[in-house]
Every structure is written in structure tokens, then in C-alpha cells.
């Protein structure tokens, strides 16, 4: 439960993130395929460490914590 509600929460959060932000040529004035993919790890690393931790605190106040 702890996780799916992480799940909804991040992508929520991270909606403005989607692909047709940060993929579009005219965002990247045609700049190099590499820059664009490095920024778009970026953001998903960014997101899935928001979601992690939206995870545990979930976790931690129903009353588990990690061991």
C-alpha cells in the first residue's frame, strides 16, 4: 500500500518532469543526444529516490522501521 501510494504521490509530483518537458528539440536548441539523456537520468534518479523515501516515512508511521 505504502508503496503504491509513494508511486501515485511521485508521479504526481513529478508530472511537470514527463518526457514533453525535457525531450523536445526546441527545449534542447538541437543540443547533443548525450546532454539530453544525462538530464533526462537525472530526473528519473530524482524520482525514484522521492519515491523511496515517500515509501519508508509511509512505512515509519504506520510503525516499521528499518533494521
Known amino acids: 500500500q505504502c508503496r ?32 539530453r539523456r544525462a538530464v533526462q537520468r537525472s530526473n528519473e534518479f530524482s524520482q525514484i529516490q522521492a519515491e523511496q523515501m515517500l515509501a519508508v516515512t509511509c512505512m515509519r508511521n504506520k510503525g516499521y522501521a528499518i533494521a
Open 4 to 35: 503504491r501510494e509513494a508511486a501515485q504521490e511521485t508521479m504526481r509530483l513529478f508530472a511537470d518532469w514527463r518526457p514533453f518537458a525535457f525531450d523536445g528539440d526546441a527545449f534542447w536548441n538541437y543540443r547533443s543526444a548525450p546532454a
